[in-house]
């Protein structure tokens, strides 16, 4: 029998407990889209799991439930809590299982779950895709476009379903890789055999090529803050920024801090603990 565990799960520990997880021998993680938004890892037919006591290691992170089921039970579970949703007024995002109907009026985007950050379930991602959908609006969705910390590619493919041209995406990790590839492919339908350009990578890498007319940051505050000094190398006045991955409490902070590196904060957008911001770059 599989063993599954249920757990309550802060944003910001997400990531590091998914990886030890995983070297603790799981084969699957996420998240649900839906509130209380429970945090799952699944286990292979007779492990144990690791020691619970070990979760002390992770600040608010607390084990709720430890079920077994029985194989057949096991892709079922595995998709439980993340089902078609509608994002802002133009988006759609589906799980690759998901076969029901698709709505006439928005773009449609398959995901696969698991894969990278960036499935569409999370508040920072809504938010950005909101923010694009009114840069779109009011004909300022223009390219190159740099996408920083990608994972899947979905707000490039987001911004390149509603008009952008230009678009690189890249990531730091590698895992990000074989997934962008995977989502350009589930997606080909709506963006072409390539809709943004993408590779693995940093903010010094050769293949990002200034200047730039937007930038897409859907990353943590202070990774943001750490890489704000080479993003207003990458771009000319007037050209726009939109960050995200902000808890809501540190908003001012994050409101500082692009205003004195030269990005004027023009909208912010907030959803459950989370805000996107969009800048504009001056002087």
Avoid at 2 to 17: K, Y
Avoid at 26 to 45: G, H, I, K, L
Avoid at 171 to 197: K, T, V, Y
Wanted: hydrophobic share 45%; charged share 20%; proline share 7%.
């Amino acid at each position: 029998m599989h063993l599954r565990w249920r757990l309550e799960v802060p944003d910001l520990a997400e990531d590091p407990l998914g990886d030890w997880l995983q070297a603790q021998g799981a084969t699957a993680t996420y998240r649900e889209a839906d509130p209380p938004n429970a945090f799952y890892a699944y286990f292979p037919p007779g492990a144990k799991g690791p020691d619970p006591a070990s979760l002390a290691a992770f600040p608010g992170v607390a084990l709720q439930a430890a079920e077994r089921f029985q194989d057949e039970d096991w892709l079922a579970k595995s998709r439980e809590g993340f089902g078609s949703f509608a994002v802002a007024s133009r988006f759609f995002i589906r799980p690759l299982w998901d076969e029901g109907a698709l709505p006439i009026d928005r773009f449609a985007i398959t995901v696969n779950p698991g894969l990278a950050f960036g499935t569409g379930g999370h508040e920072t991602t809504r938010l950005c895709m909101e923010l694009l959908e009114q840069m779109a609006r009011e004909g300022r969705l223009k390219g190159p476009i740099l996408d920083i910390g990608a994972g899947t590619g979905i707000l490039s493919l987001a911004a390149y379903l509603l008009g952008a041209r230009g678009i690189t995406a890249f990531d730091l990790d590698p895992d990000c890789g074989p997934a962008m590839l995977e989502f350009i492919q589930m997606n080909e339908g709506l963006g072409g055999s390539a809709p943004f350009d993408h590779f693995i990578g940093h903010l010094e890498d050769a293949r990002v090529r200034p200047p730039y007319r937007g930038l897409l940051a859907n990353i943590l505050l202070e990774t943001i803050q750490d890489l704000l000094p080479r993003m207003t190398e990458l771009v000319q006045a007037g050209a726009w920024l939109i960050a995200s991955g902000i808890l809501a409490e540190r908003q001012d902070e994050a409101l500082v801090s692009l205003a004195a590196s030269g990005f004027r904060p023009s909208k912010v957008l907030t959803e459950g603990m989370w805000v996107a911001i969009l800048a504009e770059r001056v002087g």
